[in-house]
Nanobody, 125 residues
Framework: QVQLQESGPGLVKPSQTLSLTCTVS??????????WHWLRQPPGKGLEWMGA???????YYNASLASRTSMSRDTSKNQFTLQLNSVTPEDTAVYYC?????????????????WGQGIQVTVSS
């Protein structure tokens, strides 16, 4: 059973960097052909795909967020991370990690095989 769990601060101040970690159990993040994604859902809005990191470590970003986004992984801990720089209140959302066998973006929940439970992040001073 593959499980994903997001962790990180629930409150970030404007202009700071949001850092989240997704811990994976039941599968290795280096398992062939799996890609590990980050998505978010602002209040009252739909899911937004943010980016992905692949089983070989390659990264893929939403063009609209690419200038502020960085993803990395720690294979020894079976974790992957999201950093979002220069946050504003518009970055307030529930952030999810998810996985599927494609790197391509999708905002359709049913396109993913596994999901974390999500973590609420609020950007406020």
């Amino acid at each position: 059973q593959v499980q994903l769990q997001e962790s990180g601060p629930g409150l970030v101040k404007p202009s700071q960097t949001l850092s989240l970690t997704c811990t994976v159990s039941g599968a290795s993040i280096t398992t062939g052909f799996y890609f590990w994604h980050w998505l978010r859902q602002p209040p009252g809005k739909g899911l937004e795909w943010m980016g992905a990191i692949g089983y070989r470590g390659g990264t893929y970003y939403n063009a609209s967020l690419a200038s502020r986004t960085s993803m990395s992984r720690d294979t020894s801990k079976n974790q992957f991370t999201l950093q979002l720089n220069s946050v504003t209140p518009e970055d307030t959302a529930v952030y999810y990690c998810a996985s599927r066998k494609l790197s391509a973006s999708s905002s359709n929940r049913y396109d993913y095989d596994y999901w974390g439970q999500g973590i609420q992040v609020t950007v406020s001073s």
